[in-house]
């Protein structure tokens, strides 16, 4: 699969090579095949894009919104069709398991779904007589050219809690995918030119920080989508603000899960081991932090320890496999030195994943699931986002100490319970300070309809992804208030 070309970029309806002659390269997580190179774009590639975005949306924005979902209503089935495709791109260039990359499919289809529903959506409202003879009327318009910054773990899914809604709405749209996961959306690109989409609505311009840099500064760029760890959410967050733009940015997590004594003692482990050790960890939606409160430790630490010792780890492409590779050997490196220090500081390792080995695959990324207990506050497993599979277990005795624990860190991605009592449940989810809850619920992924909510340091900005923070962020109100005096010069 590997070319001596680098991936091209999509401008104006045509695939360019970048400026850049720096390229990446573009690995197999799993065996280090190399699969493609990436160039490192240039500020001259991202003025390119969006010159073209800006001269499309001059006409785009005109279109009829019910004509401009009618290009979104062949994606969709354009996506379906080419499913196995797509889930097999996911899984070479990101390692999840292929069951994972058609649950990421799943998602990111649904998003095309909702923003389908754009026509009544984006209408606004109005009020007859506000004054005698006076109308007010409230009007959603697009706002112009808006960027969107991806991360590596979903290549699929994440571009689209943006950009269905963004065309749908009468946007144009620059997306700069992930350097280490570039392969999904230039193909996904070649499915949306199939739809006969006119050239300049979406482009895509390939790289890394130089890329990021010049979207943050462009003036005509209007609003900027990103989704990444929160250092760099927070970096984009402050310069698109100081240049002006209209910015949304998801960024890290570490998420608590609290385990209640009467909580289903043989669903909760393997809910919990499916949140922490699918996509091996790699979810913002991940848990990380499992809380026992009482003696739930009795059972679930034990049962966890199982789930972890069995799970199948190897090639994301063999239907067997139930976890795949980390991204990079310097993702897996850093992972194992967290886990090294998490120890140091006091932790136990109960289960130890480091250095498996997997027959066949010796230059893949792997790292088997960890189980630690005695993980401390204020140590490294307690602080840190590790982005790995790796489960630390906290022992408390009371909800409020749980609560302390799902409180107490810098984000609020996710929290979750599990427990048979409302009384409980109902209490966790008034208290907890995260914008997406579960309840007896592992990975609390909201669907499209629902905003993507993280709170804290896991999302910088107003409005989320998705729905209808989606529709409200990819428009711009306009409020009209008119007057109309009698023509006393009528003949009618
Ligand atoms: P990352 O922050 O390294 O990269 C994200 C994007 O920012 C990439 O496109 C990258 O090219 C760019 N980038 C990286 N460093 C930059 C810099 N210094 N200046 C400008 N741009 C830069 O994140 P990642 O490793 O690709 O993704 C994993 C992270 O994303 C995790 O922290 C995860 O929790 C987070 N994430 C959050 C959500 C959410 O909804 N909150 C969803 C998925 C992933």
Same mark, same amino acid.
């Given at each position: 699969?590997?070319?001596? @070309?680098?991936?091209?970029?999509y401008?104006?309806?045509?695939?360019y090579?970048? &400026?850049s002659?720096?390229?990446?390269e573009?690995?197999?997580?799993? #065996?280090?095949?190399?699969?493609?190179?990436?160039?490192?774009?240039?500020?001259?590639d991202?003025?390119?894009?969006? $010159?073209?975005?800006?001269?499309?949306?001059v006409?785009?924005?005109?279109?009829?919104?019910?004509?401009r979902?009618?290009y979104?209503?062949? /994606?969709?089935?354009?996506?379906?069709?080419?499913?196995?495709?797509?889930?097999?791109?996911? @899984? /070479?260039?990101?390692?999840k #398991?292929?069951?994972?990359?058609?649950?990421?499919?799943?998602?990111a289809?649904?998003n095309?779904?909702v923003?389908?529903?754009?026509?009544?959506?984006m209408?606004?409202?109005?009020?007859? !007589?506000?004054?005698?003879?006076?109308?007010?009327?409230?009007?959603?318009?697009?706002?112009? =050219?808006?960027?969107?910054?991806?991360?590596f773990?979903f290549?699929?899914?994440?571009?689209?809690?943006?950009?269905?809604?963004?065309?749908?709405?009468?946007? #144009?749209?620059v997306i700069k995918?992930?350097?280490?996961?570039p392969?999904?959306?230039q193909?996904t690109? $070649?499915?949306?030119?199939?739809?006969?989409?006119?050239?300049?609505?979406?482009?895509?311009? *390939?790289?890394?920080?130089?890329v990021?840099?010049a979207?943050l500064?462009?003036?005509?760029?209007?609003?900027?989508?990103?989704?990444?760890?929160?250092?760099?959410?927070?970096?984009?967050?402050?310069?698109?603000?100081?240049?002006?733009?209209?910015v949304?940015?998801?960024? +890290?997590?570490?998420?608590?899960?609290?385990?209640?004594?009467?909580?289903?003692? *043989?669903?909760?482990?393997?809910?919990?081991a499916?949140?922490? %050790?699918?996509?091996?960890g790699q979810?913002?939606?991940?848990?990380?932090?499992?809380v026992?409160?009482?003696e739930?430790?009795?059972?679930?630490? !034990?049962?966890?320890?199982?789930?972890?010792? #069995?799970?199948i780890?190897?090639?994301?492409?063999?239907?067997?496999?139930?976890?795949?590779?980390?991204?990079?050997?310097?993702?897996?490196?850093?992972?194992?030195?967290?886990?090294?220090?998490?120890?140091?500081?006091?932790?136990?390792p109960? =289960?130890?994943?480091?250095?498996?080995q997997?027959?066949?695959?010796?230059?893949? *990324? %792997?790292?088997?699931?960890?189980?630690?207990?005695?993980?401390?506050?204020?140590s490294?497993?307690?602080q840190?986002?590790?982005?790995g599979p790796?489960l630390?277990?906290?022992?408390?005795?009371? /909800? &409020?100490?749980?609560?302390?624990?799902?409180?107490? +860190?810098?984000w609020g991605n996710m929290?979750?319970?599990?427990?048979q009592?409302?009384?409980?449940a109902?209490?966790f989810?008034?208290?907890a300070?995260?914008?997406?809850? +579960?309840? *007896?619920?592992?990975?609390?992924?909201?669907?499209?309809?629902?905003?993507?909510s993280?709170?804290?340091?896991?999302?910088? +900005?107003?409005l989320?992804?998705?729905?209808k923070?989606?529709?409200?962020?990819?428009?711009?109100?306009?409020?009209?208030?008119?007057?109309?005096? &009698?023509?006393?010069?009528?003949?009618?």
């Amino acid at each position: 699969m590997a070319t001596a @070309t680098p991936l091209l970029n999509y401008i104006n309806g045509q695939w360019y090579p970048s &400026e850049s002659k720096d390229t990446l390269e573009v690995r197999n997580p799993a #065996t280090a095949d190399l699969l493609n190179y990436v160039p490192l774009g240039t500020v001259g590639d991202v003025h390119r894009a969006t $010159e073209a975005a800006a001269r499309a949306f001059v006409t785009w924005r005109r279109v009829p919104a019910t004509e401009r979902i009618q290009y979104l209503f062949k /994606l969709k089935i354009l996506l379906e069709t080419h499913l196995d495709e797509l889930c097999r791109l996911i @899984t /070479l260039e990101c390692g999840k #398991t292929l069951t994972e990359s058609r649950g990421e499919w799943q998602r990111a289809i649904e998003n095309v779904e909702v923003a389908c529903g754009i026509p009544l959506l984006m209408q606004g409202y109005n009020s007859e !007589d506000i004054a005698r003879g006076i109308d007010e009327i409230m009007i959603r318009q697009p706002l112009g =050219v808006t960027a969107i910054i991806a991360p590596f773990n979903f290549p699929g899914m994440i571009p689209f809690w943006f950009l269905p809604y963004a065309i749908a709405c009468g946007n #144009t749209v620059v997306i700069k995918p992930s350097e280490k996961v570039p392969l999904t959306m230039q193909r996904t690109l $070649e499915l949306l030119a199939e739809t006969g989409l006119p050239a300049g609505v979406v482009n895509l311009v *390939n790289g890394a920080k130089t890329v990021v840099d010049a979207i943050l500064e462009h003036p005509t760029i209007r609003a900027i989508s990103f989704v990444g760890s929160s250092p760099v959410a927070k970096y984009v967050y402050g310069k698109a603000a100081t240049h002006g733009k209209r910015v949304q940015c998801q960024g +890290g997590a570490k998420n608590p899960i609290i385990i209640f004594p009467d909580a289903d003692p *043989n669903l909760t482990p393997k809910i919990a081991a499916d949140s922490a %050790f699918g996509c091996a960890g790699q979810r913002c939606l991940a848990a990380s932090l499992a809380v026992t409160v009482g003696e739930a430790r009795d059972w679930f630490i !034990d049962a966890m320890t199982d789930v972890a010792e #069995t799970r199948i780890v190897g090639d994301g492409l063999n239907p067997e496999v139930q976890m795949g590779p980390v991204i990079t050997p310097q993702s897996q490196a850093r992972i194992e030195q967290l886990i090294e220090q998490g120890i140091a500081e006091g932790a136990t390792p109960v =289960v130890d994943g480091r250095h498996p080995q997997i027959s066949g695959y010796e230059q893949g *990324n %792997f790292i088997r699931p960890t189980l630690l207990t005695n993980v401390q506050p204020d140590s490294i497993l307690a602080q840190t986002e590790i982005f790995g599979p790796v489960l630390g277990i906290v022992e408390v005795d009371r /909800l &409020e100490t749980a609560l302390e624990w799902v409180n107490g +860190g810098q984000w609020g991605n996710m929290a979750c319970i599990f427990t048979q009592s409302g009384a409980i449940a109902r209490q966790f989810r008034y208290e907890a300070e995260a914008g997406n809850i +579960g309840i *007896n619920i592992g990975v609390a992924a909201p669907m499209a309809f629902f905003p993507f909510s993280g709170w804290k340091e896991s999302f910088f +900005g107003d409005l989320h992804g998705q729905g209808k923070h989606a529709v409200e962020f990819f428009t711009q109100t306009k409020v009209v208030v008119e007057r109309w005096f &009698e023509d006393w010069s009528r003949s009618f």
